[in-house]
Structures are given as structure tokens and as C-alpha cells.
């Protein structure tokens, strides 16, 4: 019987690496590319997201999204680190204005998107850190 407990506990361990690794890489493959991006309050629709992968294999991730009027906008320019299969973290710099909402905001973030359920799209764990959560939360999307 300790046999067979300890094959089973080597080939978890010698399969399980393998099967995060290839998680990570159907996550990475899914990710490069063009994707909707935004933030909820600005009305005039979603933006886009770009990533792309370097010579050294880091991902890099461009979002824009504008209002019609170009008064209100998300720019997220950073690096991508792969978490898992449902979460991802960005590392850069974000600025965003929505008048309504929160007004200017310019800063250096590091925030972890992640993927619930059967959601088609990315959603920023760390929203209430852009704003007071008593002025509003921005749900900041990636979609697929």
C-alpha cells in the first residue's frame, strides 16, 4: 500500500508542473492579440487592448478607450506576468478620466485581472484602490 501511495504522490508531483505549464501557455496564447477593453463610465462604448509578446517572451498589453468627445479616457500601458489559468497581473501605468466618476487619476498599478465562472472577459481584482468606493468603482474589463 505505501507503494502505491508514493507512485501516486511522484506522478502528481512529475504531472502536475506540466499541467500548470500548460495552462499558463493556453492563457498566454489566449491573451496576445487584440481585445474589447474599458472601464463602465464611459458611455460611448469600450476601447481596445493589444498584447504582444517580445523576443524574450514578455507579454506587453496597450489598452485605450475613449469617449466620442476624447474628453474622458483609460490608457493602461504595462507588462503582463501569468498567474494562473484565470488570473493575470499587469504591472504599469494607468490614466484615467472620467469626470462624473473620479476625475483624473495617474499612477503606477500593479493589479491582478482575473476570470469567475463563465465570464468572457477579465475583470481588475484591485477596482476599489483607483477610487473611494464611496464615489464609485470602476470595473476595468479585458474581454477575450
Not at 507503494?3 to 508542473?17: A, D, E, N, V
Not at 507588462?79 to 466618476?101: M, P
Amino acid at each position: 500500500m505505501k507503494f502505491i501511495t508514493g507512485f501516486f504522490s511522484l506522478t502528481l508531483f512529475l504531472l502536475g508542473p506540466f499541467s500548470v505549464q500548460a495552462q499558463e501557455r493556453a492563457l498566454k496564447t489566449a491573451l496576445i492579440g487584440g481585445h474589447t477593453f474599458g472601464v463602465q463610465f464611459i458611455w460611448d462604448g469600450y476601447g481596445e487592448a493589444i498584447i504582444t509578446e517580445d523576443e524574450h517572451g514578455v507579454l506587453h498589453l496597450s489598452g485605450t478607450q475613449y469617449s466620442k468627445d476624447k474628453e474622458e479616457y483609460v490608457l493602461l500601458e504595462g507588462t503582463i506576468t501569468i498567474i494562473d489559468a484565470l488570473h493575470f497581473r499587469v504591472k504599469g501605468n494607468l490614466k484615467l478620466f472620467t469626470e462624473g466618476c473620479c476625475g483624473l487619476l495617474d499612477r503606477e498599478i500593479t493589479g491582478t485581472f482575473r476570470k469567475t465562472g463563465n465570464r468572457k472577459y477579465w475583470r481588475l481584482k484591485e477596482r476599489d484602490e483607483l477610487c473611494d468606493s464611496y464615489t464609485c468603482t470602476y470595473y476595468m474589463d479585458i474581454f477575450e
